[in-house]
């Protein structure tokens, strides 16, 4: 069965410092999504992607968050310089049809910011 | 603001019997409704989606949607202990369809064997 997959599952960095996270979408799929996650509380929409464009995000999306899809199949999420509080899982979700909201979940990077 | 509510649980349930999960909604736009199913440490799995008021069954899980009550509701019937998981209840404006799928906490689930 198709799945989402996600690079690394698990980083460790110092503040301050920059991190990029990998996703590969389901192959027919053409709307992506970074959620997060921090630890015990709720599942979060960061932004969403179509058409190599960003086409809605989120508050907590600010200018330290860029996403990007270099190739046909990489989609990334970059994170300039971390802070503390963005430690978190962060999921890529991808959705064949955009209307139907129904999304499939990659399993998650955690990041841990130090 | 939108606002998506669950109970935190945990909701602790005999082996057999029906699990029955509840969530309420602020956002009178909302069209588009969805349980996801999370086990601890993993991604949420989708499990049932609803865009229409009454019942929609799908095996053993039966969606049910209010939208003059506001109210979104999952049955789990003959609930087994795989079903022990956090259950996501996700809203989202049908213009916008997945853009934006705000997210309840979950409601955790214990199915006691």
């Known amino acids: 069965e198709p799945e989402v997959t996600q690079t690394p599952s698990h980083q460790v960095t110092q503040m301050g410092q920059e991190v990029i996270l990998r996703c590969v979408p389901i192959s027919n799929h053409l709307y992506f999504y970074w959620y997060r996650q921090i630890l015990g509380q709720k599942v979060e929409f960061l932004v969403s992607f179509y058409n190599n464009e960003i086409s809605e995000k989120s508050e907590i999306f600010d200018d330290q968050f860029s996403v990007e899809r270099p190739d046909g199949s990489n989609f990334t999420l970059k994170i300039r310089s971390t802070k503390l509080e963005d430690s978190a899982m962060y999921f890529c979700?991808?959705?064949?049809?955009?209307?139907?909201?129904?999304?499939?979940f990659g399993e998650g990077s955690r990041l841990t910011v130090l | 603001q939108k606002e998506v509510e669950q109970n935190s649980g945990p909701l602790s349930v005999p082996e057999g019997a029906i699990a029955s999960l509840n969530c309420t909604y602020s956002d009178r736009g909302s069209q588009s409704f969805f349980w996801y199913r999370q086990y601890s440490g993993k991604s949420p799995e989708l499990i049932m989606s609803?865009?229409?008021?009454g019942d929609k069954e799908d095996g053993r899980f039966t969606a049910q949607l209010n939208k003059a009550s506001q109210y979104v509701s999952l049955l789990i019937r003959d609930s087994q202990p795989s079903d022990s998981a956090t259950y996501l209840c996700?809203?989202?404006?049908?213009?916008?369809?997945?853009?934006?799928?705000?997210f309840g906490k979950g409601t955790h689930l214990i199915i006691q064997p």
């Open positions: 996700a809203v989202n404006i049908i213009t916008r369809g997945a853009d934006g799928l705000t």
């Open positions: 609803i865009y229409s008021n």
């Open positions: 979700a991808s959705s064949q049809d955009r209307d139907t909201g129904e999304l499939f």
